[in-house]
């Protein structure tokens, strides 16, 4: 299975609530054959006083049109 980035990955920055360090977020979906096949949320923490830290999210799933989408419903 091949694996790629979308091409609308988005980022934002935002303050450490411990040490007032900046923090990096970005976001974007990931495609197999084309298709969003997973979401990935990734945050790097540069504290001032500790390490660095990196946390990553993946979420797989599936989106869009079809008995397997996503549905919020009652």
Known sequence: ????????????????????A???RAWNF??????????????CYHHRDRDHDAWIDVIFGTWGDGPDAWDDGP
């Open 30 to 43: 990931i495609y197999s054959g084309g298709a969003p096949y997973a979401v990935y949320f990734a945050n």
């Open 1 to 20: 299975m091949s694996l790629t980035f979308g091409p609308d990955r988005q980022t934002r920055e935002f303050e450490c609530e411990c040490c007032n």
């Open 22 to 24: 900046p923090i990096e």
